[in-house]
């Protein structure tokens, strides 16, 4: 059963990912994920400018702990459901929570300043 997560890629230190991106990043096609968005309330990409979806890490986790739930451990829609509630993406270990640590002063301003460039977007 966990061959197939260790199959799936890494997910890069970004902080947006397109719906083609997290489609490659999960093993799942664009259109299971719009619908898996309207199924689990707990999935919900940003959108921007012409309605273009943008997942964030949590986002990532949580489709890939559904995946897993449906595909690998072989959960219907609505047992998923109840699983995921007590599901927290935190939890999981984030790649940009190390380099955060060993982050050099410039990629800490980077990263600031990106947060507010978000707030004022959104």
């Not at 890494?10 to 902080?15: D, E, M």
Request: aromatic residues 8%; proline residues 7%; hydrophobic residues 35%.
């Amino acid at each position: 059963m966990n061959k197939t997560i260790q199959t799936l890629p890494a997910i890069p230190n970004k902080r947006y990912f397109s719906i083609g991106e997290t489609s490659l990043l999960c093993a799942v096609k664009p259109h299971v994920l719009r619908y898996w968005e309207q199924e689990f309330s707990q999935l919900k990409p940003s959108t921007r400018t012409g309605g273009r979806r943008y997942y964030q890490l949590k986002d990532i986790l949580i489709v890939r702990k559904i995946r897993e739930l449906l595909y690998e451990k072989g959960f219907t829609i609505s047992g998923a459901k109840k699983q995921l509630q007590v599901f927290k993406p935190s939890e999981q270990p984030q790649p940009s929570s190390e380099s955060k640590q060993s982050s050099s002063p410039l990629e800490n301003l980077i990263q600031d300043l990106e947060l507010v460039l978000d707030q004022i977007i959104v």
